[in-house]
């Protein structure tokens, strides 16, 4: 069952979230169903019920979505949200094993801090000749590049090489450097 994920701005202009998910491990009669939620840009807050069944998770996902309309809280398009790209400088056209480990391990520490915090999604990663960009869909970009410089250090990833563009859904090619300032040359995905 997909993550159901939503947002909304509070009376002070923060963007909240709210996300839920069934998950089911292949051939257990039960599984555990998770709400996610907190201020976009902050650890959020978890809750979660086990020994779960398939039924009672759909009814749970039901009941969620309800309480989200309610509550004022609705899934934001993609067109409404911005890119993100943490970039790094590769010693070689073609990338390397080990900038294959540096992709891999970048991914998975971005996938789950910005996960928790509601700062987006990796959606793809690529080389491109002597560059790896890692496409992130986010809603609010600039704490999303705070994030990214936070987690790369955190991980233990090469940051010295790291470049991080922001650029509007429906053209990810006019992309912008935004770390480290002020940039060097233009922002270039390719």
Not at 13 to 33: K, S
Not at 61 to 75: H, I, N, P, T, V
Not at 148 to 164: E, G, N
Request: with cysteine; charged share 25%; glycine share 6%.
């Amino acid at each position: 069952m997909p993550i159901q994920r939503t947002y909304r701005r509070d009376d002070d202009g923060v963007l909240q979230f709210r996300e839920a998910w069934f998950e089911q491990a292949d051939g257990e009669p039960t599984g555990q169903f998770v709400v996610n939620h907190g201020t976009v840009g902050h650890q959020s807050t978890t809750q979660q019920a086990v020994d779960v069944d398939a039924e009672k998770g759909t009814a749970l996902m039901e009941a969620f979505a309800q309480q989200c309309s309610e509550d004022g809280y609705a899934e934001l398009a993609d067109s409404d949200q911005s890119w993100v790209i943490a970039q790094y400088a590769l010693k070689s056209a073609a990338g390397t094993q080990r900038d294959e480990y540096l992709r891999d391990k970048a991914v998975e520490a971005l996938r789950g801090h910005l996960a928790w915090r509601g700062l987006g999604t990796v959606e793809s990663s690529d080389f491109a000749p002597r560059k790896l960009n890692i496409r992130i869909l986010s809603p609010e970009p600039s704490k999303a590049v705070s994030a990214i410089t936070v987690c790369i250090r955190q991980a233990k990833l090469d940051f010295t090489k790291l470049s991080i563009g922001v650029a509007p859904y429906e053209d990810p090619d006019a992309a912008k450097q935004k770390y480290p300032m002020p940039p060097k040359g233009p922002f270039s995905l390719s």
